[in-house]
């Protein structure tokens, strides 16, 4: 409702209670509109900016996890205490990346589906072995996931296995592709790709903010407008010195803005 068809419309003449019961009616709905906007606006928000952490969690793991394969097969044996230690390195960044997951699904990503496909497939190639390892080859050296995810190591076992097949544990972690490490690196790999399902929910979500900001504007600006009429209502009564409209006395003063206090 423009101002100037009110003034028109009411020129010399105070205004009905009809007429601003019905403009401050649109403006209450307006201003609830804006405020479910802004509700879904935060909330997509926080989706986006945990979809964020998790991308760059699982970046960072891919890239330790590759490290930790050991590259080509060396013409050596491997030396056992540093495959001992690439193993508790790729537990402690896997339990890193883990502990990232739950904090997001109590937090920013709580109920997400891209977060709950990265950590059922994480923990099921852990649990099955994959393409190369076989299933229960991880506990044999002494590595489990325990009921939070987290992978424990067992000190006496990982000793043991490294005492008596170092080259096999080493294998574990890397061998052509299919060990361990390659296999969680590669994994997290099909998460960060540009067709990922983190990509596309963080594209999905990003169309929705920009629908949700176009809306915003167009509210805004209804808004300011009702606002101006509801302002031109009130100076108008104070002028004829109407004073039932607001439920004040007839002629006493105030601003144009009273009725915002």
């Known amino acids: 409702m423009a101002t100037s068809s009110i003034n028109a419309n009411h020129a010399g003449t105070a205004p009905s209670t009809d007429v601003y019961n019905r403009v401050q009616q ?5 201003n609830t509109g804006v405020a479910k906007l802004n509700a879904t606006l935060a ?7 945990g979809l964020g952490q998790l991308h760059s969690a699982l970046a960072t793991f891919q890239a330790k996890a ?6 080509k097969t060396a ?3 491997p030396d056992a205490a540093q495959t001992g230690k690439n193993v508790r390195a790729l537990v402690a960044a896997y339990n890193e990346l883990n502990q990232k997951m739950l904090a997001l699904q109590g ?11 990265v950590s059922r497939q994480m923990a099921q190639l852990l649990k099955t072995g994959g393409d190369g390892v076989a299933a229960g080859a991880l506990a044999k050296a002494g590595v489990t996931l325990d009921a939070s995810g987290n992978l424990q190591v067992d000190d006496k076992k990982l000793a043991a296995a490294l005492a008596a097949d170092a080259g096999g544990v080493a294998r574990l972690l890397g061998n052509g592709g299919k060990g ?5 690196a590669a994994r997290a790999g099909t998460f960060t790709a540009d067709n990922s399902v983190i990509r596309h929910e963080a594209s999905t979500l990003n169309k929705e903010i920009t629908a949700i900001n176009g809306k915003r504007a167009v509210l805004s600006k209804a808004l300011t407008t009702q606002a101006n009429a509801l ?19 007839s002629g006493a003063s105030g601003t144009a803005f009273d009725f915002l206090a």
């Open 26 to 30: 649109t403006l209450s709905s307006q």
């Open 43 to 49: 909330r997509d928000q926080t989706r986006l900016s």
């Open 66 to 71: 590759a490290s930790l394969a050991g590259g």
């Open 75 to 77: 013409s050596t044996a």
């Open 107 to 117: 937090g920013d990503l709580k109920g997400d589906v891209a977060l709950g496909q």
């Open 180 to 184: 361990m490490a390659e296999q969680l």
């Open 231 to 249: 302002a031109a209502l009130y100076t108008q009564q104070a002028q004829t010195g109407g004073g039932g409209l607001l439920g004040g006395a």
